[in-house]
């Protein structure tokens, strides 16, 4: 098992830039969630889909900031134009709710991914 | 709204010294707790959870917590430091309805950084 595959690990742009940032969750979980992590406001969940349908995005900052989960195996974080408070570290994680049962039910065992970290300049 | 407070941004002790890593939370049932463990530029694993079985919980690296309802804290302990343990350690809060079930939403605590000194 590969894990939680994030891709780019680095990215440095500039200010306006259009910045993708891209998940592979693990093969058979059905649950995908996007964290920020900064040093002033700690790790916050930005989204969280379960079945590639996003259920709770309430944490996105603003328009700027795009999901997307076009299939159970890939998702997207964008940002448009950026700004330089949106440099972080941005995870993903994901994890397997059983059949079943209601979507959120179990406890939650998040795996992550090593994180991107965006820099904007 | 579940939340949880790490008391101490930084602790560190001696190698091995008892390790003790705080944390409170708040919610009006009680909820699924977790530790996770934070290593330089990798992502967030977990050590240990508590969903309402033991309160005593045992994680991997000779880590262990103690659900305290009476407290509403959920502490982190080893007996004995290790230098591999120098990381940073986030508690985390999961809401549970009235049926058992959670959510699929973590909350984390600001981290407190672990120094180990030789």
């Known amino acids: 098992d590969a894990g939680v595959i994030q891709s780019p690990r680095h990215e440095v742009t500039e200010m306006g830039q259009e910045v993708t940032l891209r998940c592979k969750p693990i093969s058979g979980h059905n649950s995908l969630f996007w964290y920020r992590q900064t040093m002033m406001r700690g790790l916050e969940l930005l989204i969280y889909f379960n079945n590639n349908v996003p259920i709770d995005d309430s944490g996105m900052p603003e328009d700027r900031f795009s999901a997307k989960m076009p299939n159970a195996s890939f998702s997207t974080l964008k940002i448009q134009p950026s700004e330089p408070r949106d440099s972080a570290v941005y995870f993903c994680?994901?994890?397997?709710?059983?059949?079943?049962?209601?979507?959120?039910?179990?406890?939650?065992?998040?795996?992550f991914g090593a994180g991107s970290r965006l820099t904007v300049l | 709204a579940q939340s949880v407070t790490q008391l101490g941004s930084h602790v560190s002790v001696s190698e091995g010294a008892l390790v003790l890593l705080r944390c409170n939370y708040s919610s009006s049932v009680p909820p699924y707790l977790f530790w996770y463990v934070q290593y330089p530029n990798q992502g967030l694993q977990l050590l240990l959870k508590y969903t309402s079985a033991a309160t005593l919980v045992k994680g991997i690296n000779g880590f262990e917590a103690e659900f305290k309802k009476s407290e509403t804290s959920f502490h982190l302990t080893k007996p004995s430091a290790h230098m591999s343990d120098a990381a940073e350690y986030f508690c985390a809060v999961s809401p549970v309805s009235a049926g058992g079930t959670s959510y699929g939403k973590l909350t984390f605590g600001q981290g407190t950084i672990l120094t180990v000194h030789p």
């Open positions: 994680a994901s994890r397997r709710h059983r059949q079943g049962v209601l979507p959120h039910s179990g406890a939650n065992v998040l795996t």
